[in-house]
């Protein structure tokens, strides 16, 4: 971005604060659940101190969506929202998600505040959040009979991986894109929002 380039704030400090640390919380559960399997630190994540680690984690993911809802009730709920509400030109816009996916995006039908990708990206989030919050929950406090403690093991791990799998996609578009800007200083270009989610910066010059 250079110094002269106008600018849109797309994010407020709360709002980046709760995704900065959602995103670590998620990284030491993700090392310290696949420490597990790795033989070089596995004695270490299966120590009564690396699964002290991977619950602290886990109660921080746990709680930063209800900090995000206490403290910034109006973010939180149009997250949701967006999430999962796809209108006529979202759908038009997966037809372009070849191109997309290689950086070569033209003439993308209109966007608003998120592009149909991340309202897909965010849902899945939202969902597989619910499901490793549950699922790691019943195998911290719950005695299960052993069927249904692999039946649970199986789900907290597939959803992490699918979690995983996902955040590379996030990240890989996020710079493919020049998003990075909105969750670090808070604005983002206007050719950025131009091209991404031009909807929104007509309400957003609207506003002004
Ligand atoms: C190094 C890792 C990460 C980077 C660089 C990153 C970057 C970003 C950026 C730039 C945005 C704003 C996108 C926009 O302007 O539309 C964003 C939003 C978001 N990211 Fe990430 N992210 C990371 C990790 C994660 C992880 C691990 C998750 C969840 C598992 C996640 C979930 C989200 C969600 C749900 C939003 C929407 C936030 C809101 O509207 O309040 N991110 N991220």
């Given amino acids: ?93 997966f037809r372009h998600f070849i191109p997309y996916v290689f950086g070569k995006a033209r003439n993308l039908p209109p966007q608003g505040r998120i592009n149909a990708g991340e309202k897909l990206h965010h849902a899945a989030i939202i969902i597989g959040f619910v499901m490793i919050s549950i699922s790691g929950l019943m195998l911290w406090l719950a005695t299960m009979p052993p069927t249904l403690h692999m039946l649970t093991l199986i789900i907290h791990d597939v959803t992490m991986v699918l979690l995983a799998v996902l955040t590379i996609g996030h990240v890989f578009f996020v710079f493919v894109y020049g998003a990075f800007s909105g969750m670090w200083n808070g604005s983002v270009t206007e050719a950025y929002a131009r091209l991404e989610h031009p909807k929104w910066l007509a309400q957003m010059q609207a506003k002004k």
């Fill in 1 to 93: 971005m250079s110094g002269t380039e106008k600018t849109i704030p797309r994010y407020r400090p709360i709002q980046r604060v709760w995704h900065w640390l959602f995103t670590l919380a998620f990284f030491v559960l993700l090392f310290s659940g696949l420490g597990l399997f790795i033989p070089a630190v596995s004695a270490f994540t299966a120590s009564a101190a690396g699964r002290l680690v991977h619950r602290i984690a886990a109660v921080v993911l746990m709680g930063t969506p209800v900090l995000y809802l206490i403290t910034d009730r109006a973010g939180f709920l149009q997250l949701i929202k967006d999430s999962f509400t796809y209108d006529a030109d979202d759908r038009t816009w």
